[in-house]
Antibody, heavy 119, light 107 residues
Framework: EVQLVESGGGLIQPGGSLKLSCAASGFSVSRNYMNWVRQAPGKGLEWVSV???????YYADSVKGRFTISRDDSKNTLYLQMDSLRADDTAVYYC?????????????WGRGTLVTVSS | DIQMTQSPSSLSASVGDRVTITCRASQGIGNFLAWYQQKPGRVPQLLIYGASTLQSGVPSRFSGSGSGTDFTLTISSLQPEDVATFYCQKYNSAPFTFGPGTKVDVK
């Protein structure tokens, strides 16, 4: 079955760190544009970061310098290392698949993992 | 960076009504525009890509149009199961920005 399963969310204090995982099955993360998208409680969707097939990455300004996206092809898993967490990082974090440059829209989403930043 | 706007922010319509949502990009993005539907408590689902191509399995009452900076999502005959928030997204290049969303309710 083609799916994405996120894990690693939880309650963390401001200034802390957390690493999210997104395990893919049924396809190879290395052959797709893999993204993180977040949604704060009651708010809209915010794109966070992309890991391109060639290995380059891109970040939203709101997380640049604090979050790091990475990929382990041997585990077919995408990661998001989140450092210097703030209260406004509280959100459900989704992993989402894009196909390639011409089809970078997100055709597959995980169920998400909730990150709560609070003291 | 290119900004995405949507209008209206919310709407309420009757079953069977034709519903139109507008999305605007601050700069031209060709037809690199996708629409997503997020039902309450659910994960977003891809509805339309390439501004007008329906994703497999999406009912034909949904349609999309536009190119450049102005895009439209139309529901030809609103159904109770269409209650959701709809988001547009640019995907010509990162950042893959979403619009703020349009919440659709059924009267």
């Amino acid at each position: 079955e083609v799916q994405l399963v996120e894990s690693g969310g939880g309650l963390i204090q401001p200034g802390g760190s957390l690493k999210l995982s997104c395990a893919a099955s049924g396809f190879s993360v290395s052959r797709n544009y893999m993204n993180w998208v977040r949604q704060a409680p009651g708010k809209g969707l915010e794109w966070v970061s992309v890991f391109y097939t060639g290995g380059s990455t891109y970040y939203a300004d709101s997380v640049k310098g604090r979050f790091t996206i990475s990929r382990d092809d041997s585990k077919n898993t995408l990661y998001l290392q989140m450092d210097s967490l703030r209260a406004d990082d509280t959100a459900v974090y989704y992993c989402a698949r894009g196909i390639d440059f011409w089809s970078a829209y997100f055709d597959l989403w995980g169920r998400g993992t909730l990150v709560t930043v609070s003291s | 960076d290119i900004q995405m706007t949507q209008s209206p922010s919310s709407l309420s319509a009757s079953v069977g009504d034709r519903v139109t949502i507008t999305c605007r990009a601050s700069q031209g993005i060709g037809n690199f525009l996708a629409w997503y539907q997020q039902k309450p408590g659910r994960v977003p689902q891809l509805l339309i890509y390439g501004a007008s191509t329906l994703q497999s399995g999406v009912p034909s009452r949904f349609s999309g149009s536009g190119s450049g900076t102005d895009f439209t999502l139309t529901i030809s005959s609103l159904q109770p199961e269409d209650v959701a928030t709809f988001y547009c997204q640019k995907y010509n290049s990162a950042p893959f920005t979403f619009g703020p969303g349009t919440k659709v309710d059924v009267k």
